[in-house]
Nanobody, 123 residues
């Protein structure tokens, strides 16, 4: 059974940084595209970033480009999201996702989701 466990969320002041981690088990990690989505209160879930199994391909939402960096360590079955220059609008629950094959920005393409980790950036 696939398990995705996020960690690293918390409260940080605007302009600060956080690093989220997603530990995966129950899957062939290097064969899976991994990504992050987020959902703020009262808003729809939105794509944040995704990385291919080889780390060659990465996609970012325009809203986080230049501030967030996605990476993975296939030896540790772990994916990361380094978030810098955080803004109040980044406040959301961040979800780790995984799916075999090519990376995609569509949430409906991901079969596996973590429970989420809260990121709060006060205004």
């Amino acid at each position: 059974q696939v398990q995705l466990v996020e960690s690293g969320g918390g409260l940080v002041q605007a302009g600060g940084s956080l690093r989220l981690s997603c530990a995966a088990s129950g899957l062939t990690f290097s064969s899976n595209a991994m990504g992050w989505f987020r959902q703020a209160p009262g808003k729809e879930r939105e794509f944040v970033a995704v990385i291919s199994g080889t780390s060659i391909t990465k996609y970012y939402a325009d809203s986080v480009k230049g501030r967030f960096t996605i990476s993975r360590d296939n030896a540790k079955n772990t994916m990361y999201l380094q978030m810098n220059s955080l803004k109040p609008e980044d406040t959301a629950v961040y979800y780790c996702v995984a799916n075999r094959g090519a990376p995609t920005t569509l949430g409906s393409h991901y079969a596996n989701w973590g429970q989420g980790t809260q990121v709060t950036v006060p205004s």
